[in-house]
Each structure stands twice: as structure tokens, then as C-alpha cells.
């Protein structure tokens, strides 16, 4: 039996075909694209480019399978993304992303409203914002859909949406998995007829890939394949690493930099630092997420002359000391929402003569982005003191490193220092894409999430090296850590400011 996983990113869609009985992938295609950023705080994409780049990415996938033993698919989308539909079905405008932060003004004031933080990322402030700035459009509204969501839809012809990538929208209760009517009531109770009114639980099916699609890409038609209910891609991305057991975290270094790992009970968090996301297995998923990660590391890479590639300049990197002889990179080169600082810029401070090299700037940046993650999980433990279920990050027992940043070594080793804790790395890299081939194949099996991957002994594969860290430059990290929170609140925001977060 074979299954296929769909990873839509901001970046890029990813596709990977999975053999149940062997364990092993099959099939991979790939497929990367832009985004629409014109104006500072823009973000967005054209829904029509993701459903090109899964057929593209699914055809390329199974150029080389057995196409009949396909019975499942599931979806992995890039969370919080508003995408808006007419009674048509037709796509109204582009869709704004998460990392989209123009409803800076809509988010303080649901904020207020909801008496929580809610941050520019997150749905409902991109809803407001529609409904403040293109009126015209927001009055043609019929269905209101999350991206991953938008592909079901066109897959099966259902509207769908599942609890771990609709607790990033705002308006969802994660302890009661149902809407929040009396935060949609304070925004426009008409988005209650927008939204899909069932969520789907984590084993249940979206329905069935229609006939034409199945006929384009030569899979069998007439309801033979299942749609899973898919999920966000950090829930996605803790199946594929195998995260679905408190005490192993996972720390993605990818175009936003996030930190989460499963809980029990949800943590709900009013400072909202941490998000009270749900996961993919039926449990919460606590999650604390950066806007800037690697495309820092990006924009040293393109600054420096010469044409070194991230691997020289890891290398460079490597030779300098932790804490980069005092030079500190504030990362927020496009805002920041943890801390919930959207107006922030990308700062370098405490350059002296001799210092403009590439190793110390290269560093600096891994530094930055790496202690951002670090601030957050500090606020965590403060948010999750208590004891019970609220003690869980004081039980991390190892940090598992995906994301395009998990290849330089020269940063895993940073943050294993940074941090603490012991590293493992998956050996698949596309880890969102296998968890939604994973969950994918137990939905079609007729098994709970859990159960089947309990089955798949040998998944994830994990490398050999469990990388410890180096206790000898714990002091420097923390000195260096220390710098960077002081300097951060010194420019932008008070001391004691309320910082905020998510996918």
C-alpha cells in the first residue's frame, strides 16, 4: 500500500510517496515558488500557484510507483493563511500569510476585545483586516478556509477543517476543539456560516479525491482514495519526527523558527507567547514560533562579497567564539512576533574594528535566531510553572533539529550548547511531507494516528549521532544571551513586555 504526503509551505510544496509495507519512500517531487511582498508587512500568495505546484509535485512523485496501490493522501499546510472564497467557489484575492503582518493594528485590538494576545499571524486579525481595508471584497465572502484546507477542498470538493491547524486562527477553543462563538460574535457573527462547522478529529477522512484529479494523475477513481483530514505543518512535521510522546521536542529551522512538543492538556497562555495549538494524534501541541530564522543567515550570505556559500561561511562561523567577541544581531529583519514586536528591524550591534568578517556576522546571525527561539522557551517555562501537565518543558529530554538550518553543523552544535540539550536528527528531511503520508496511511488502515505509528517500528529514522552539548561554553551563551535580551527590550520594547508567538 502506498500513501502520499502533500507539504504546501510559503516556500515551496514538497510531495513524498510512502510505502506502508516496506517503510520506505518511494517517490519525492519538489517544487518552489515565491511570495507577493510590495509593501513592508505584505505577505501573500495566489492559491492557484499551490494547486499547480501539488500536481506538479504529485506527478513527479509517482513518475516511478506503482500508481494503483495508492489508497491515501494527506495535506501539510503552512497554518494561519486566510484564504477567502466567493459562493462560487471562486478564490477572491490572494491570500495572506502568516508571516503576513499588515493586521498589525486589528491584532492589538482583538487583543483588547478577546482579553488575550493574539498576534498579526493569526487568522481572525487578517479577517479584520479584510473587512477594514477591502470592504468590497469581504462583503463577497462565502467560505472562509486555512491553506492546507483549501487543498482538501479542491481534492475532495468538501469543506474541512481539523483542530491542529484551526487552534492557529484565533477563534478556536483547543480544550473544547469547537469554534469560539463569543470571540467570532465580537468580530462578525456571520463568520460562523463561513467556517467549516465540523472539525474533523485526527483519524477521520475529508472525504475522497474526485474523479478528475484521480484520471490527471492516473490514480484510481470511483471513491478509492481517501482523503486524510491533514493538519498544520508543525503538527505534520511532530508525526514525521516522531514527537507524539512528551519529552522529545522539535526545533525547526526553516523560514520561521518554531519549538514545540506534545502535551497532554493544552497550555493556554494569555500573553500568548505560547500557542495552544492542537496536535495531530488527538493531544495538544504547545508551540512558540519566530518569524526570522533562516533567511538571516540568507541575507548574510547574499551581504558578503566573494560568493561564499552557507557552507564556507559555516565554516568561517565556526572559528569564532560563542558570543561573536560581543557583537550581537537583533534577527527582526521582518518584524517579530515573538516577542510580539512587528515593527522591530534587523540590528547589529557592538561592532568594533576587525569585526565586519563573515564568520562573526555569519555567527552572529545563527546566534540571534537561535536565542530567539531560547527567549521564547524562557517565557515558556515561567508560563508553564505550576506543577501537573504545566511542568512538561522541565521534562525535555532531547531536542530533535529539522528545517533547512538542521544541515549546518556548525549551528547544531550552537544550539545544542545554547541550549543545553542533546540533539537527534531525523535522516528524512521533508519530515511534514512523511507526516502527512504517515497519517495518510493510517487513516486508510482504519488505525488511530497513534496506534499506526506505533506500528511503523524503524519511523522516523534517526541519525546514528546524538550530538551533546559542550558544557565548557555554557557560560558564554549565557552571557551572550543575556546581551541580546537586555538590547532587544532596550530598542524595542519595554522591560517586562509581554512577548508573543506561533506557526
Known amino acids: ?12 510544496t514538497k510531495c513524498v510517496v510512502y510505502d506502508v509495507d516496506t517503510k520506505e519512500i518511494k517517490g519525492r517531487g519538489a517544487v518552489s515558488y515565491g511570495l507577493n511582498s510590495e509593501r513592508h508587512g505584505q505577505a501573500e500568495q495566489d492559491p492557484a500557484v499551490w494547486i499547480q505546484a501539488c500536481r506538479d509535485t504529485m506527478k513527479e512523485a509517482l513518475a516511478d510507483c506503482d500508481r494503483s496501490q495508492v489508497k491515501a493522501i494527506a495535506v501539510s499546510g503552512q497554518q494561519h493563511g486566510l484564504v477567502v472564497l466567493d459562493a462560487e467557489t471562486n478564490v477572491i484575492r490572494a491570500a495572506k500569510l502568516w508571516c503576513d503582518l499588515e493586521s498589525e493594528k486589528e491584532a492589538q ?38 491553506p492546507h484546507d483549501y487543498i482538501n477542498f479542491w481534492l475532495t470538493g468538501n469543506f474541512t477543517m481539523e483542530a491542529s491547524d484551526a487552534s492557529g486562527t484565533g477563534i478556536f477553543d ?3 476543539r469547537i469554534w469560539d462563538q463569543e470571540r467570532i460574535n465580537l468580530v462578525d457573527n456571520v463568520i460562523l456560516n463561513w467556517i467549516p462547522d465540523q472539525i474533523l478529529g485526527p483519524d477521520a477522512s475529508a472525504g475522497f479525491l474526485k474523479y478528475d484529479i484521480a484520471q490527471e494523475l492516473g490514480l484510481p477513481s470511483g471513491n478509492q482514495i481517501i482523503i486524510a483530514p491533514g493538519g498544520g505543518d508543525n503538527a505534520m512535521s511532530a508525526l514525521g519526527v516522531g514527537a507524539v510522546e512528551q519529552g522529545v521536542w522539535v526545533l525547526s529551522l526553516g523560514t520561521s523558527g518554531t519549538l514545540f512538543g506534545p502535551t497532554r492538556t493544552p497550555i493556554l497562555d494569555p500573553t500568548g ?20 530564522c533562516t533567511g538571516v543567515t540568507e541575507e548574510v550570505k547574499n551581504l558578503c562579497c566573494g560568493g561564499a556559500n552557507h557552507a564556507e561561511l559555516a565554516e568561517l562561523a565556526a572559528q569564532e567564539p560563542p558570543g561573536c567577541h560581543g557583537v550581537t544581531f537583533l534577527p527582526y529583519l521582518g ?12 540590528t547589529v550591534l557592538g561592532l568594533q574594528p576587525g569585526l565586519m568578517r563573515p564568520g562573526v556576522l555569519y555567527r552572529a546571525a545563527m546566534e540571534g535566531a537561535t536565542f530567539s527561539l531560547l527567549q521564547g522557551l524562557e517565557e515558556m517555562k ?6 501537573g501537565d504545566g511542568d512538561f518543558i522541565l521534562r525535555a529530554t532531547e531536542l530533535r533539529i529539522v528545517g533547512g538550518g538542521s544541515k549546518n553543523h556548525t549551528w547544531r552544535q550552537l544550539i545544542a550548547d545554547a541550549f543545553q540539550l542533546p540533539l537527534r536528527f531525523p535522516v528524512e528531511p521533508e519530515t511534514a ?13 482504519g488505525s488511530t494516528v497513534a496506534e499506526f505509528l506505533k506500528s511503523q517500528r524503524g519511523q522516523p529514522v534517526l541519525e546514528i549521532e546524538v550530538l551533546q552539548p559542550n558544557v565548557d561554553n555554557k557560560g558564554a551563551y549565557f552571557e551572550a544571551f543575556e546581551r541580546f535580551s537586555r538590547l532587544g527590550v532596550a530598542l524595542f520594547g519595554p522591560k517586562g513586555v509581554v512577548v508573543a508567538s506561533s506557526s
Open 174 to 176: 483547543p480544550v473544547k
Open 109 to 146: 485590538e482583538l487583543s483588547e476585545m478577546f482579553e488575550t494576545t493574539i498576534v498579526p499571524s493569526f487568522t481572525i486579525s487578517k479577517l479584520l483586516w479584510l473587512k477594514r481595508n477591502e470592504p468590497e471584497n469581504y462583503a463577497r465572502i462565502a467560505h472562509v478556509l486555512l
Open 273 to 292: 507567547t505560547i500557542c495552544a495549538f492542537c496536535d495531530a494524534t488527538g493531544q495538544a501541541l504547545p508551540l512558540l514560533c519566530t518569524i526570522n
Open 382 to 387: 515561567k508560563q508553564a510553572g505550576g506543577g
Open 1 to 12: 500500500m502506498l500513501s502520499i504526503g502533500l507539504d504546501v509551505g510559503t516556500q515551496g
Open 433 to 445: 511531507a512523511l507526516g502527512a503520508a504517515l497519517q495518510a496511511a493510517a487513516v486508510a488502515t
Open 335 to 346: 518584524g517579530e512576533r515573538t516577542p510580539n514586536w512587528p515593527r522591530a528591524t534587523g
